[in-house]
Every structure is written in structure tokens, then in C-alpha cells.
């Protein structure tokens, strides 16, 4: 049925297109349809005319607006390029400007080395001058004759001390022998050291009684005696030890009688009780003081005392190339120290 109605539709519009001319206007009608036909066959040959026209401009617009494509695409990687050698420059200043910084740095310690450079080799050359002097047989005497004016300025520099405070052996009831009445001045072989008892120090004894056992009958005199002898000690040792250059192991602190020693590692810790006001531990330096003195009824810690001070004089004693007679033999430490300095043959030795 949809078949059949469609051809029946075509003929209707068919149809409506006719148009009825009336005879009197055919030959009008007639005119205008051999214009219009003429017309299109001009059109139609301007048409065929233009075409190949057209077609040239259609290719050369192609082409132009492939040739705009690539340009564009040229201009965008030109860019690209550009923006990276924007950046290479930036690079390119940032590292001029490290190298100029380092060969500034470079600059100044090439003039530092040259620097050091000249004072090295002024240094050679006078080490080198040294080596001469002290090459051979001149430059030996040279340097003995130099040790021995030392030690004889040591010798008497020691004299000096020896003078303030003098150092007697107790030979008897009322006999009395100086320290420097020793023949020869070397030690004497198979002798035994002289007690403590038996020295005295300007006239002052020392005794480690007192400092090992205080009682209520200890004897007041008898313990001033030996604090005021163990000052002596200290500062005989004080003014000594710099005469050879010798740092002594534990200072000391000056007072006469009531003189200090310091330890800068002690072997005993002291408790809150027994610790003066002046041997507390120091906040800045980390030592204790310890009394050359009887404080109270601690003698443990004046002991010990006298013990850093014997040590001490036996460092003095192994500078000198000599060995402690004892522990507890401050006084005859002290007095063989003198004599060993004061003998012939420390000078020659």
C-alpha cells in the first residue's frame, strides 16, 4: 500500500508544478525559457572556465595554509628553544658567578700559601743553618757549654732557695749538719735514707704521727710545727719547679701553715660533713683541695695531702733522673732533690 501511495503523491506534485500558458502568452513564455537556456549554457561554460581556476586556488590555499601549519609549528619549537636558552644563560650567570667566587677564594689561598710558602722556607733555612751549627765537634761544645751554664744558673737559683729555707739533719743531742756538708754530692752507696725525724726545715721538724692518728693527748705545738714545716715544703717546691720548667702535678695554693694542695682526680671522695668551705668542688674547674694541715679530727684527708706533696717532689726527683726514698719521706725528698742539684756532678752529667 506505502508503495502504491508514494507514485500517486509524485503525481500530485507533478501536477501542482504545471503551469498552464494561455496561447497568447506562449510566444513570451517561449523567449524567456531561450534566455534562461542561454543564460545557463554561459553560466555553465563560465562554470567549466573557472573550475580549473578554482581548483588551482583551492591547491594553492592548501598549500599555503600547510605551509602556515609548519610555520606555526617552526614558531612554537623556536620558542621552545628560546626559553631553554633563557634558562642555559641563567644557569650560564649563576655559574660565572661561583667560578668568580672560587677563583676569589682560589686567589687568597694561593697568597696564603706563598705566604706560608716563604715563611717555610725561612724556616728551612734557618733549621738548616741550626743542623750546621750543630754539626760536628764545635756545635756539640756549643750546646754543652750552653747545658752547663743552665745548670750552673740552676745550681744557683736552687743555692738560693736552699738559703730561705735550709735543710738540717739532726746528728745528734746538739749536733746539727747543714745539707750541703755532704762530700762529693753523690748518694752514698749502701746508706739507708734519713728518717723523717731526723730533718728539720728552718728549724721545724715534720712528723706523720699526727696525720695518721689524732688522739686528745696529741701534742697541739708538735702538729703547727709540721703544718708550718709542710708549707715551707710547698713553697720550696713552688719556687723550684719552674726553675727546670717542670708543671708540678697538683698545685698548690699558698697559706703558710694553712696551705692547700689540689687534685684534679682525687682517690677519696670527701663527704658534705667533712669538707671545709675552702675545699668544696669548684663549679668551673673540677678539682678538691685537700688541707697540708689537721682540720679537725680528719687526718684522712691532710694524709692524703702529703702524699700528693711528696708526689710532687718525687716528680722533681725523676726530672733530675733519681727515684723517691719513700712514700712518706717529704723532708728527705725535698733535702736529696737539693743535694743532687747542688752536686758537681749534675753540671757535667
Known amino acids: ?21 494561455e496561447w497568447e502568452e506562449f510566444d513570451n513564455e517561449l523567449t524567456r525559457l531561450w534566455s534562461l537556456s542561454s543564460a545557463l549554457k554561459l553560466a555553465t561554460e563560465k562554470k567549466m572556465t573557472l573550475q580549473p581556476k578554482l581548483e588551482s586556488l583551492i591547491q594553492v590555499s592548501a598549500e599555503s595554509l600547510r605551509r602556515t601549519n609548519e610555520l ?34 682560589l686567589s687568597a689561598e694561593v697568597r696564603s700559601l706563598l705566604v706560608g710558602g716563604t715563611t717555610l ?19 756539640y761544645a756549643h750546646l754543652k757549654t750552653v747545658t752547663n751554664k743552665l745548670r750552673k744558673r740552676q745550681q744557683y737559683m736552687v743555692s738560693q732557695v736552699s738559703f730561705i729555707y735550709p735543710l738540717k739533719i739532726e746528728a ?6 747543714e745539707l750541703e756538708s755532704f762530700p762529693g754530692g753523690s748518694r752514698l752507696v749502701g ?25 686528745f693527748f696529741t701534742d697541739k705545738k708538735e702538729v ?3 703544718a708550718t714545716a709542710l708549707g715551707y715544703v710547698a713553697h720550696a717546691v713552688s719556687l723550684l719547679a719552674p726553675f727546670f720548667g717542670v708543671p708540678i702535678r697538683y698545685p698548690l695554693r699558698l697559706g703558710g701553715s694553712k696551705t692547700y694542695i689540689l687534685d684534679y682526680a682525687p682517690y677519696i671522695e670527701p663527704s658534705a660533713s667533712d669538707m671545709s668551705p675552702v675545699s668544696t668542688l669548684s663549679e668551673n674547674a673540677k678539682f678538691v683541695e685537700f688541707p697540708l694541715f689537721l682540720d679537725g679530727q680528719d687526718t684522712t ?49
Open 172 to 177: 745528734g743531742p746538739s749536733q746539727d749538719q
Open 1 to 21: 500500500m506505502e508503495r502504491e501511495t508514494e507514485p500517486s503523491s509524485s503525481r500530485g506534485d507533478r501536477e501542482e508544478d504545471v503551469k498552464v500558458i
Open 121 to 139: 722556607s725561612i724556616a728551612k733555612s734557618k733549621l738548616q743553618e741550626s743542623n750546621c751549627q750543630l754539626e760536628g765537634e764545635s756545635g
Open 191 to 215: 746508706t739507708k735514707p734519713v728518717s723523717q725525724g731526723s730533718v728539720r726545715i728552718l728549724g721545724l721538724p715534720f712528723s706523720m704521727a699526727p696525720f695518721t692518728k689524732m688522739s
Open 224 to 226: 703547727q710545727k709540721s
Open 301 to 349: 684527708r691532710a694524709a692524703y695531702a702529703v702524699f700528693l706533696l711528696n708526689k710532687n717532689i718525687e716528680q722533681l726527683l725523676n726530672f733530675v733522673g733519681e727515684s723517691s726514698l719513700g712514700p712518706r719521706q717529704v723532708l728527705a725528698n725535698l733535702k736529696e732533690l737539693i743535694r743532687i742539684i747542688q752536686s758537681p756532678d749534675y753540671i757535667y752529667s
Open 72 to 105: 606555526e609549528e617552526m614558531r612554537q619549537r623556536l620558542e621552545s628553544k628560546k626559553l631553554m636558552v633563557d634558562k642555559t644563560s641563567v644557569t650560564c650567570k649563576v655559574t660565572e658567578q661561583d667560578l668568580k667566587k672560587k677563583e676569589d677564594d
